[in-house]
């Protein structure tokens, strides 16, 4: 009882914020409104097997299944929220939207099938500056509500890539072509594995991680992310 008034008093002079429009939340709200929540631009892509970022890798790469929970937009709020994931060290909010995103999964049946959540990963010299991975937190979100076992341990970046950003298509796959590879594959062998990032624009990025995981016997690769551009 004590801690709780104590935590209404600090709320009263360092209240926590939304982190999409700013508004004070209330008690049962964490880190997004209830209306931010509501009014976030739903892709609905875990509801149609061809929906637009599956067909991305069409003829790419071989993938089981693609989905990502909202829209991004410049100028958005989805967009200030991977802001404050990858550039403020909001990482738990990567994983609260991971662990919305998966009950929602959970309840509509698709993609409780994989076996393993494998993040994109940062080259070693980011990770140190950022201090964690986004796509990682993400997973674990995916985890916590689907039941399943993050691995960082397979995929790693073996060389820096410039960002994205302000890249065309052709460039961002140049940018990232031949730029991971696996080690201790055998953990991934004959396993359904659930790849994950934070955003897709081209899919290049996603693509040459599918393309490195894809080489092991028995894999099958799904995708999810937590914005479409």
């Not at 071989?62 to 410049?74: G, K, L, P, R």
């Not at 309840?107 to 409780?112: D, K, N, S, V, W």
Request: charged content about 25%; some cysteine; hydrophobic content about 40%.
């Amino acid at each position: 009882m004590k801690a709780g008034i104590f935590g209404d008093f600090l709320n009263l002079f360092f209240p926590t914020l939304c982190e999409a429009c700013k508004s004070v939340l209330v008690k049962q709200e964490r880190h997004i409104c209830t209306s931010c929540l509501y009014n976030l631009p739903k892709t609905n892509f875990h509801l149609d097997h061809n929906n637009s970022m599956a067909k991305l890798f069409w003829g790419r790469v071989n993938i089981d299944a693609a989905a990502a929970m909202y829209y991004f937009e410049s100028g958005s709020k989805c967009r200030k929220i991977l802001h404050q994931i990858k550039y403020r060290g909001k990482k738990e909010l990567a994983m609260f939207l991971g662990i919305i995103y998966g009950r929602e999964l959970f309840l509509c049946g698709r993609f409780t099938g994989i076996e393993m959540i494998i993040p994109v990963p940062l080259h070693p010299e980011r990770l140190k500056k950022r201090g964690f991975n986004q796509s990682e937190w993400f997973g674990r979100g995916l985890a916590r509500s689907l039941n399943k076992e993050v691995c960082s341990d397979v995929l790693v970046r073996c060389s820096g890539t410039e960002t994205q950003t302000s890249k065309s298509r052709t460039e961002r796959w140049d940018n990232v072509e031949k730029s991971f590879s696996l080690q201790n594959p055998e953990k991934i062998e004959n396993k359904h594995l659930l790849l994950v990032d934070d955003v897709v624009t081209t899919g290049a990025t996603l693509e040459s991680c599918a393309s490195a995981l894809i080489k092991p016997p028995g894999i099958t690769i799904s995708i999810l992310t937590i914005a479409f551009a």
